[in-house]
């Protein structure tokens, strides 16, 4: 990736510290991003949670020194069992975040740095590690990111996933791989449904069974803390498929001022896909710019945080409703500061 850092950021570059944090696998290897001096102290302390510390396309070394150089003090590290940190990590589960380097990474910087508000924002996995943090953590949580995640507990479509006659004629007219592949979801559904209907959850029907109970908890646990949350799906991936469930039987059930704090961006297309990397750049552009607006004045239902401005990656033009991935219907400004790319 060829960046276009601005001398705030190259600054920034020049400042950062690396260390370890203690965690309970071991050691945990990390960046530390220390805020400009001259620009305006943001007032918390942003963790960017990722597999390794430098994620696709090392976007977030980037989106930290951007951040940095507005104010924000900025994290990044490895979990356990990854890159450099120390540790066994023997498989990554959706539905089984890694809460402990979370909570050690909040800690160190408590202790070390002497930070007290934090902003948590992870893609996938790691936006269900930054929700699992609010459990323990809550109090000190000012914001969480949580990029497309998946939300049941299990592999594979959720029930709600209809079959119509365009997906049946697809499949007539498909390859036999390509049928494999589908019949072997077919499977994954039947087995699902199956462990679902064996399941016993006093108040829930079999759909709404369909959600995590570890993601209800740390959900519950993130409106306890007042904090804000932000869900970012692309309309066109299962993790949205699932995420309706959500907005079917979890946010009906919030107060006003409890939904005030929760914003759904729900975009066309996929933006769950690692191999378009310029579709994971405007996604990462949104979500800085998300967390950059988390500086305003502090959350009230009525004076709500205004949704920041963005660039569309490649080109700092607006999204358009042709884009396959493209900005909900709200169109805002770029901001031709944001991660420019060559």
Request: glycine residues 8%.
């Amino acid at each position: 990736m060829d960046w276009n850092e601005t001398p705030a950021e190259l600054a920034r570059a020049w400042a950062e510290q690396p260390l370890i944090m203690p965690g309970q696998q071991g050691e945990l290897y990390g960046i530390f991003t220390p805020p400009a001096p001259e620009a305006p102290p943001a007032g918390m302390c942003v963790i960017l949670f990722s597999r390794n510390r430098w994620w696709h396309d090392r976007l977030t070394v980037k989106g930290a020194r951007w951040l940095a150089s507005r104010g924000f003090p900025c994290l990044r590290f490895d979990y356990h069992g990854l890159g450099e940190s120390e540790g066994i990590c023997q498989a990554i589960h959706g539905d089984r975040p890694f809460t402990e380097d979370a909570v050690a990474a909040i800690r160190y910087m408590r202790k070390e740095f002497g930070q007290q508000r934090f902003v948590l924002s992870g893609f996938c996995f790691d936006g269900r590690t930054a929700l699992s943090a609010t459990e323990e953590e809550g109090d000190a949580i000012e914001a969480v990111v949580c990029t497309s995640p998946s939300v049941t507990g299990y592999p594979g479509e959720p029930l709600t996933y209809i079959v119509s006659l365009q997906k049946v004629r697809t499949f007539l007219t498909s390859s036999t791989s390509f049928k494999k592949i589908m019949l072997q979801r077919a499977l994954r559904h039947c087995v699902n449904l199956m462990r679902l209907a064996g399941k016993s959850r006093p108040g829930e029907g079999l759909l709404e069974r369909q959600l995590s109970i570890n993601f209800k908890r740390d959900f519950e646990a993130l409106v306890r803390s007042k904090a804000r949350g932000f869900f970012l799906q692309g309309r066109d991936d299962s993790q949205y498929h699932e995420f309706e469930l959500v907005e079917r039987f979890v946010l009906p059930k919030l107060t006003p001022e409890q939904r005030a704090r929760i914003t759904v961006e729900v975009w066309p297309g996929n933006i769950h896909s690692h191999d378009r990397p310029e579709v994971v750049r405007k996604v990462i552009e949104r979500t800085l710019s998300w967390i950059d607006g988390c500086r305003q004045a502090p959350f009230t239902l009525a004076q709500p945080a205004p949704v920041p401005s963005f660039q569309k990656m490649m080109g700092g033009r607006a999204g358009t409703e042709s884009d396959e991935a493209g900005v909900p219907e709200a169109r805002v400004p770029a901001d031709p500061a944001l991660l420019r790319a060559k």
